[in-house]
């Protein structure tokens, strides 16, 4: 039985690394972002005899591309939201992320449902750089409240794999997630903030320093509140 599970994940990795490379410029821009060789993605890709994407290489590839970590692992769809004529079908995946101390993750994710937005409806209330890279993933914990809460189903652009401007991310470290709000000090260190105030912010140097993987920027929240 594990032989068969290891053998869908291979092949879900090669399917969704094709996705990949089709969507972001070829195998040699896509190389050149994972820092390997164009050889080397095309011997993965070989349609003969490709090599199986190990776990590392499989995060290292979520962690460039700004993916939730295991969605490499996801039966081939998953990764994307389906962009139709009016509407995006956005992959609400079973990843909850931390808006306390980090919430570990299973690393064998997959979308549970989709969920329909109007394209007009994304445009006018957030400012996503993708229809195809949406994905909803779950805030755990308080320390994001007021802005929203335990539960609530939030809305992530997972094209964005930097802090470039103060907001609320999705970051990874190790096998942990978290949601925080990042702001950029003028000395070029950050703050990680809870919006609870009973959480204090944290200063840190740098995310690379710290550790910290960024998967993504939440846009909005579709709050859950508690009545």
Known sequence: ?????????????FDNLRA?????GGRSAVAE???????????????????????????????VFGLPVGSLDSAPGDLYAKVESDTVMVPMLNVAASMGHGYKMDVEE?????VRFSK?????????SSFQTLAIVTGKGDSMEETFFDGSPLLVDTSVSRLKIDSVYVMRRDDE????RVQRNIDGSYEII????KYKPQRIESPEKAGLV?????????NAKRM
Do not use: C
Not at 1 to 12: C, D, F, G, L, W
Not at 110 to 114: K, S
Not at 214 to 222: D, S
């Open 33 to 63: 972002k994972l820092g390997v060789s164009k050889q080397y993605i095309t011997l993965i890709l070989s349609p003969t005899k490709p090599r199986n994407i190990g776990h590392k290489m499989a995060r290292h590839i979520e962690s």
């Open 177 to 180: 997630l978290f949601i925080k």
């Open 120 to 128: 007009r409806w994304i445009r006018q209330n957030t400012d996503a």
């Open 1 to 13: 039985m594990n032989e068969i599970k290891t053998s869908n994940v291979y092949q879900h990795r």
């Open 20 to 24: 990949i490379t089709e969507r972001h």
């Open 194 to 197: 809870s919006d609870n105030p």
């Open 214 to 222: 960024v998967l993504g920027k939440v846009l909005i929240a579709l």
């Open 110 to 114: 997959e979308t549970i449902q989709e």
